[in-house]
């Protein structure tokens, strides 16, 4: 197969004054902020445009903070958003919870912290990475089919799944410490492939100068 690249995007930040972990949660939109974090986006990806790229396919979680963050950018480039549920948020025991130290040891919540490596509060890392893989190798297909060699496509998702996805791309043990996630709001996870398979893996932060002061849930 030709060459194509798919990103994988997370959202922008959520309006989320409790502070509670949103998980799958309905109806949880993105700030004033996470809005011009979207923005911000569509001028990156339609200055890539100009310069070149082929920027084919737009597919996004179904999840309101996803398709917020995906709608500027499929306006700037004139794309549909193609929904996918694999793409969607990581299903999470604690979703609706305000997760503080005192929070997690009240006794309630005991039998479901054993396991770190699984992880046991929430759906396996081996499945979130699983079904995101799956949904980028059809991006990738529906780019190079659209676009030819050389081929991009974006795929809004959320935090967890996307690195679950980058360390078994890059062959890396999926449990892990989440303060240490490197995939802030907005940025951008690049899959690049050749006919041979996965080349290398690419990140930026087009929206970094409006990171500071940003809210940033764990696990959403």
């Known amino acids: 197969m030709p060459q194509a690249t ?4 997370r959202h922008g930040e959520v309006h989320n004054p409790e502070g509670v972990l949103y998980g799958r949660l309905p109806e949880f939109h993105l700030s004033e902020l996470g809005r011009e974090m979207a923005r911000t986006l569509a001028e990156h990806f339609s200055e890539r445009a100009l ?3 082929r920027i084919v396919h737009l597919g996004a979680s179904p999840l309101t903070r996803a398709q917020e963050t995906a709608q500027p ?3 700037a480039l004139g794309l549909e958003i193609a929904t996918d549920a694999r793409i969607i948020e990581a ?6 919870v305000h997760v ?5 040891l009240r006794p309630r919540h005991w039998a479901r ?3 770190p490596f699984r992880p046991s509060w929430g759906e396996p890392y081996k499945e979130q990475a699983a079904r995101v893989i799956a949904a980028v190798q059809d991006a990738r297909r529906q780019a ?7 081929a991009e496509a974006i795929l809004v998702s959320h935090q967890l799944p996307i690195w679950a996805t980058r ?3 890059e062959g890396r043990p999926l449990w892990h410490d989440p303060r240490k996630r490197e995939c802030t709001l907005t940025s951008v996870t690049s899959l690049v492939f050749d006919d041979g398979g996965l080349v290398r893996v690419d990140y930026s932060e087009p929206a970094a100068a409006l990171l500071p002061g940003a809210a940033s849930t764990p696990g959403a």
């Open 113 to 115: 912290l054993y396991n």
């Open 51 to 53: 310069q070149g790229a």
């Open 73 to 75: 950018i499929a306006d």
């Open 167 to 169: 360390l078994s791309a």
């Open 91 to 96: 299903e999470n025991y604690f979703e609706g």
């Open 6 to 9: 798919v990103h994988l995007l």
């Open 144 to 150: 190079v089919e659209l676009g030819g060699d050389g």
């Open 100 to 104: 503080t130290k005192a929070e997690l």
